[in-house]
């Protein structure tokens, strides 16, 4: 593969340095104005201003890319999704317009619950095309990395079925996926009334399995009211520790349950939601490694005002990530910049912090920071351009995709720069 060059960055947001981003720092973006990268075999081999990158010797023979003036960013790395299921629940979208609640729908049977009847009878090339639909929106929009969980099968075979569809989809296209297993996601229609059997299955025989396979780095549990509590999200996550796959936890989304607090005793990867924490969990989240990932789409979907305290938690020196939380219930979106959009409206995070949580901090929740979430040189390059002049027009002009190429460790994967 010859080297690349890539010019015609008029802001390149590099956001080299600390990884993760705690309070002022979420500020920094280490912008290039008029900036360059010349790469090698999928990797930055140097990046910096234009003119300096434009006299090296390597950068004359380089195969060139004229970004023609667009702002450059690490690609969006969205560290929480549920990217496999079989259809969307748009008529229960309609029900809650007409003012039934997500619990009421979930505990009707529907929900979760009705996204699990689906995947259990689809085919598993079924599901693939639809994920690798879907795929292709994150990359369109300027996603190179993402995190997906399993949890809408919640029997042994259909969660298998769920996993390699991802291991499938990463021979089938080049957006990097990092796997969860989230067989503790609700129980299972057949374990109803007796979820503590349902949690001796996942804990004794389907996480080893699941381990063994090595289709998952990591394992999440949903811990809140109407799923499993506190205690049964402990023993799921550390049966998962011990079997070598690192805990992350759905925490304190409909209720306060001690989710975050479980998170930070485990030293979780993240803590997901947040909506429902207080003042003593921002502290200790603050003062902890876990990162602390915010979903404001599902605040948005859900028609609720009741977000996730950003400003505090930034504030108090917490490691926030953002992420779009993809799922055909409460966020079926694939836009990280309607997340930006949300973030800077909604939780009052400025367009700076809100990138640097969907990049850097969203890598570091996925222990991918060494790799992607900044351009720097020795990382992936894995880079998305948008045409607008400068990046606070990202968030600001909301709703529409102004992502117009991306690239994942050097290969052009969306290419729309022709358009308006
Ligand atoms: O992250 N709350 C649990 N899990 C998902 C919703 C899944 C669904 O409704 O299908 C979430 O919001
Ligand atoms: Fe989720």
């Known amino acids: 593969m010859p080297d ?18 705690r309070g002022r720092e979420l ?39 004229d970004l023609g003036g667009r702002v450059v960013l690490p690609g969006f790395v969205d560290s929480h999704t549920h990217l496999v299921f079989a259809a969307s629940r748009a008529a229960e979208y309609e029900m809650r317009i007409a003012g039934a609640t997500y619990e009421k729908i979930a505990q009707s049977g529907g929900g979760i619950l009705s996204s699990v009847r689906k995947l259990r009878g689809a085919h598993r090339d079924d599901l693939k095309s639809r994920a690798l639909a879907h795929l292709r929106q994150f990359a369109a929009h300027g996603t190179t990395t993402i995190e997906s969980k399993s949890g809408y099968g919640l ?74 509590t506190v205690a049964q999200a402990q023993r799921i996550l550390l049966a998962g520790m011990m079997a070598g796959m690192a805990p992350r936890i759905h925490a304190e989304q409909l209720a306060r349950t001690g989710a975050a607090r ?50 505090e938690l930034i504030d108090a020196g917490a490691i926030v990530a953002l992420a779009t939380d993809f799922n055909p219930g409460t966020s079926p979106t694939a836009n990280m910049q309607m997340v930006l959009s949300l973030a800077c409206t909604q939780m009052r995070m400025t367009p700076a912090e809100a990138i640097a949580a969907a990049t850097i901090n969203g890598a570091y929740a996925l222990r991918r920071h060494e790799r992607v979430g900044s351009l720097e040189v020795g990382k992936f390059a894995d880079l998305a351009a948008f045409d607008v002049e400068d990046y606070r027009e990202i968030p600001y002009y909301f709703g529409v ?15 729309q720069r022709g358009s308006n």
């Not at 296209?173 to 001796?200: C, K, M, N, W």
């Open 401 to 415: 995709n102004h992502c117009r190429l991306v690239m994942k460790r050097g290969a052009v994967i969306y290419d």
């Open 27 to 65: 500020q920094e973006l280490g912008i290039v104005r008029d900036g360059a990268l010349l790469i090698r075999d999928g990797s930055i081999h140097a990046i910096g201003p234009r003119k300096k990158i434009e006299r090296l010797g390597e950068a004359r023979r380089a195969k060139k890319i």
């Open 262 to 311: 479980l998170a930070i005793r485990l030293r979780a990867a993240s803590a997901d939601h947040l909506e429902k924490i207080n003042r003593g969990d921002i502290r200790a989240l603050a003062a902890s490694d876990v990162a602390c990932t915010l979903l404001p789409g599902c605040c948005f979907h859900l028609g609720l005002a009741n977000h996730a305290p950003a400003r």
């Open 155 to 228: 029997d042994l075979a259909s969660e298998m079925k769920s996993l390699e569809v991802l291991q499938d989809l990463r021979h089938a296209q080049r957006v990097d996926i990092a796997s969860t297993f989230l067989g503790a996601h609700v129980v299972p229609p057949e374990y109803r009334g007796r979820p503590d059997d349902y949690v001796d299955l996942v804990e004794r025989i389907w996480i080893p399995f699941v381990a063994r396979s090595g289709l998952a780095q990591f394992c999440d549990v949903y811990c809140d009211r109407g799923a499993f």
């Open 4 to 21: 690349i060059l890539v010019t015609g960055c008029t802001q390149l947001l590099t956001l080299r340095g600390a990884a993760p981003r």
